[in-house]
Each structure stands twice: as structure tokens, then as C-alpha cells.
């Protein structure tokens, strides 16, 4: 039920420290954590659709940090049918909040057929993937009735988190004390999650200006830029504004062309050592007239030096981790321009929650 919330996808984003927490304990817990060897493996092989596709992205850039492990991600729409070579003995992870989906059951096939072992992360533990996989990694979300994906997706990233860090300690690159750091790390998150929700009244607001908007530009570098394409997919999904996202290096090879002052621009970029590169593009963005909004800490707020149509500051947080805190706020941003526009936010039109034929 919806309780005292207007619509299914702001109770569940509402949620999100509580599932996060929940979906963590067992993750982090070494003894029952899914026996994998991380060991053995040269590369990692991920596949899923959407959101959850994003959430493999951000796990890419997790794996190969603390796991030194390469890692091949592709939705699974096209992994399916590249008849890609997979190392021998290989791991391939499905990521999947029905799964159901239909692409993604269809890469978690052809992985198995070709001698992979199948790690699902999935919200549904009696679903064809999870019975399908040699081994499940269960988020713990609860159902997610709104077809736009939120609780599903921070779930995810920490489970992904959880296996990466494993991957490292097994592959030697994390040692005992730094995983325990990073286990404690992880585990505020649902608090950092919380504590960004105070954010709501201010993207409240600003959702007034962004429903004028015909495009809006999401912008991230390392592990934000999928949570600028998830902030993207989001808007477009349930707003039907055009939004895109794109990795804030690219920005002169093709997107500057599109900024002007009807355009907005979000940035996701929390104060680590790509900052300074993210903002010397958000100056060409708001010498071109483009009015941003960044999304950032306090440290990054006070080194930005850009006029913005707004500013959210998060709470301070290891850059590691910051994937799934900032998710809270492009998933509002969202939520509040779609709602502000009266759209049908629970039911976006010509969506389905989970895609069972290709
Ligand atoms: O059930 P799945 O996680 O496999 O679904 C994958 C996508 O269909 C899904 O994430 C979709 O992109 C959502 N509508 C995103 O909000």
C-alpha cells in the first residue's frame, strides 16, 4: 500500500535506506555471501537491461577498482545475439529486479551454454533467472510496484558493492583491515540516503523550472556518469521530457552543441579527483548560457565558482560509495518534474514494469 505518499515511486524512494540496509547485511556477511572464485577469473562478463543495466555500470568501475578484475558490460540486447567469446570457465553477472527480463534471461542462457557460471542479482527470488543461475545474490527491495525503477536500482548498487569488495579481498587488493573499512563505509550510505532526502523541497521547486524544459542534459564522470544516464532515463520515463546522459568529457565532442538557456544541465559530481575536470566543462556549459544544476557536496559547493540555477548539497561521503547516494536526488528530480507536469508517474504511458519479450 501507499500509505500516507502519493504515488508508489515516492514511497519507494522513500525506502531506500531501509531496503539498502536490509539488502547489505547479508552481502557484506563473508559466510553468506555467494562462494565465487574470484580467484580464478581474468574477466568479469555483466549483462541486464535499463536501470539495472546502469547499476552493472557503476559496478564496472567497482570491480576493476577494488577487484583489479576487467570487467565487459552490454545490455543484454545486444549481448545476446554478439555471439561474444567468453573467457573459459568465465563468471557472468545478470542483474535483474523481475527477473523476468527477457533480453537478460536470454544473456544468462548463452553465458550458461558457453561454460559460464551465472551469478543473478535479483529482487525476485523465485524468478526464471534466479532459478536458472548457478548462484543468486538476492536485493532485498521488496516489491517495487512503480514501473519507473528506484529502490530496485540503490539495491543493487549494494549488492554489486558487496561482491566487488569481496572480489578484492579474495583477489588480494583489499586487505582485511581495508575491507572492513569499506564494509563500514557502505553501511552509512542508508543513513548519507536519508539525509538526502532533505533535499526534497529544493528539488521540489526547482522541478517547476525543469518542466518548462523541452531537453534536459545529464552530465557525470567515472562512476557518475551512470547516474547521470539513470538520472536521464528516469526524467524521460516518467515526465516525457527528451533527457540524455553523457560522460562529462564528451561534452565538446558533440553535446555542447545543444546548450543554450532553454536547456538545462545536471551534473552529478561529488568532490573527488575527477572534480575539478567535471567543472572546467560546467564552465564552458554556463559560458554557452546553460543554467546547471549541480549536484554535489559541501567541499564540492564551495570549489565550484559556477552560477547554477541550483545547487544540491549532499552530505559528505567517500567518492567510492557516492554512486548510490546521489541516486536519491536524480530520482526526485524526476519524480517531482513528472508530478508537477501531472503526469502518471506510477504508470508512464507505453511502459511495462517488466519487459518479457524482446
Ligand atoms: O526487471 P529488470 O530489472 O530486468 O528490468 C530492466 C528494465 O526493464 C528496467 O530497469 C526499466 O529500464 C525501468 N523502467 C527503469 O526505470
Redesign the pocket.
Known sequence: EKGNHRHYMIKEIYEQPEVVARTLAPHLDIEQAPALDWKAQQRLTIT?????FYAGLVAKYWFERLGRLPVEIDVASEFRYREAPLPEKGLMIVV???G??AD?LAGLRYAKAHGQTVLAVVNVPTSSMAREADLVAQTHAGPEIG???TK?FTCQLATLFALALQAGRARGHVSAQEAQALAETVQRVPGLMHEAMALEPQIEALARDLAKARDVLYFGRGAAFPIAMEGA??LK?ISYIHAEGYAAGELKHGPIALIDETTPVVVVAPYDHLFEKTISNMQEVAARGGRIVLITDEEGAAHAHIDTLATLVLPKMDPLVAPIAYAVPVQLIAYHTAVFMGKDVDQPRN?AK??TVE
Open positions: 541486464a537491461c535499463g536501470t539495472a535483474s529486479q523481475s523476468e527480463t537478460t514501473v519507473a525503477s530496485a532515463l528516469k520515463e511502459l517488466s519487459v
